[in-house]
């Protein structure tokens, strides 16, 4: 392929990524796969790693937080499938897809319900069929962020899950990721094909003791057909303070479509979770919500952008942030309502506390509106916790930390109570008392 940009413009780490694109590239087939990573890498290159100037990362640098580009995780190992293997036989099967350094696993996964369908990433882009191809190039959709671009030029697997029309799946799915190469980077893209009138929720993870700890840039394509349901739940906690990690999620709905999304943050590094949403049918409805638990020198980015292209549909985004020590938190939403979706109902919502006077939030909600009879509207609160309401509690003989973390807890549980699977949401519950109680345990403030 043609390079588009001189090494000597380029930084170390986008050398590095250069050449690790390359590498990759010899050994992939012709075909409209390799075409497809060729353009992406191509849309990288010209970009190159996201800054300041970027409107979309003003408030996360990755070209000064990426001084290096670490290499690309090797083939999981035999020794490295049975540590899986062994990680994974300490809970009950569960429906478990699982990927294992970006690499999706068969011989590892649980036994899946009636009509739903999983071939690997690199199985479904080896058949060349058109309609996936589409899928996971997500159709042009959140093209002009760098790093979704860098995503699919450099992805290594993962998995292709499809849902037959009309189908009830009960249980959720699971895409359990399990990181096993200290010091090396992840890529993986994975799709969710719903098909309509179908029902599905799924649910993204690391395995407990395999989160990563290095470089990692994920990605979930979510295309829900015509009066479809879809619940997703992704938590991403556990990381070490020096891994750096991009989760994009890629969403398009079709008509009366009913989709949920919450994420849970927390223990992150520098993260950044971004969002594309595009309402593509009439009359459907969509919440994406989630709760971040910063401390110490973390740094963790939400940016969305929702977009109402289809006429009648109603879109919920509220998202909280619960910051200590010197953690840096970033909202970015942006809703565009096109000129033909009339009747649109928009809220967006970010509400944050601080709990150190060194903490940082960085509120960034927008709306571009081109329709004239729609009902949308944005807003952002930031402060730190009710002295009253401290107060209260202390007068009634709960100590000053449990007071603190029962208000902290409420702050962020409402959001968890939304979530329809009881056991899932008992999980996420418990992962935040955890957090908040090791906030005392460490002696923090």
């Not at 990573?37 to 640098?61: I, Q, S």
């Not at 942006?334 to 967006?348: E, L, P, S, W």
């Not at 000053?400 to 409402?414: H, I, P, T, V």
């Amino acid at each position: 392929m043609n390079v588009q940009k001189t090494a000597s413009l380029r930084t170390a780490a986008e050398t590095a990524l250069a050449e690790a694109f390359g590498a990759s590239l010899a050994r992939a087939p012709a075909g409209a796969a390799r075409r497809l990573r060729e353009a992406a890498f191509a849309a990288f290159d010209e970009a190159g790693l996201p800054h300041r100037r970027v409107e979309a990362w003003h408030y996360t640098d990755l070209r000064a937080l990426m001084r290096q580009a670490l290499p690309l995780a090797p083939e999981p190992s035999a020794q490295a499938l049975d540590a899986v293997r062994a990680g994974l036989a300490k809970a009950a099967p569960a429906q478990r897809l699982v990927l294992v350094d970006g690499v999706f696993a068969p011989q590892l996964c649980d036994p899946l319900p009636e009509g739903v369908r999983v071939r690997s990433l690199a199985e479904a882009l080896a058949g060349g069929e058109e309609a996936i191809l589409a899928v996971l190039g997500a159709q042009g959709f959140g093209g002009t962020d760098s790093m979704l671009a860098l995503n699919a030029a450099l992805t290594q697997d993962g998995v292709v899950v499809e849902v037959a029309p009309g189908a009830r799946i009960a249980a959720p799915l699971r895409i359990v990721s399990a990181f096993t190469s200290d010091g090396t980077a992840v890529y993986a893209r994975s799709a969710l094909v719903v098909g309509a009138g179908a029902a599905v929720s799924l649910v993204e993870e690391s395995l407990a003791g395999f989160e990563p700890k290095g470089q990692a840039n994920g990605a979930l394509i979510v295309e829900v057909g015509d009066e479809a349901s879809c619940g997703l739940v992704s938590t991403l906690v556990d990381m070490g303070p020096a891994s750096l990690r991009v989760e994009s999620l890629v969403l398009r709905l079709g008509a009366k479509t009913k989709v949920s999304s919450f994420a849970l943050v927390g223990d992150a590094g520098v993260l950044r979770r971004q969002i594309f949403m595009r309402f593509e049918g009439a009359d459907g409805e969509a919440s994406l919500s989630g709760v971040s638990l910063l401390r110490g020198r973390e740094h963790a980015d939400t940016t969305l952008f929702a977009q109402h292209a289809a006429p009648g549909c109603v879109g919920r985004q509220t998202f909280k942030h619960i910051l200590d020590g010197e953690a840096v938190g970033v909202f970015q939403g942006k809703i565009t309502v096109d000129r033909i979706a009339q009747k649109t109902d928009g809220r967006m919502l970010s509400k944050a506390l601080l709990l150190s006077d060194a903490a940082v939030m960085n509120d960034k909600p927008e709306l571009e509106i081109f329709a004239d009879d729609v009902a949308c509207g944005h807003g952002a609160t930031c402060g730190g916790l009710d002295a009253d309401q401290l107060f209260y509690l202390q007068a009634r003989g709960i100590p000053a930390a449990q007071a603190e973390a029962l208000l902290l807890e409420a702050f962020a549980a409402d959001l968890v109570d939304e979530i329809e699977d009881e056991a899932l949401a008992a999980s996420l519950r418990a992962k935040i008392s955890a957090w908040l109680g090791s906030r005392h345990v460490e002696g923090s403030p």
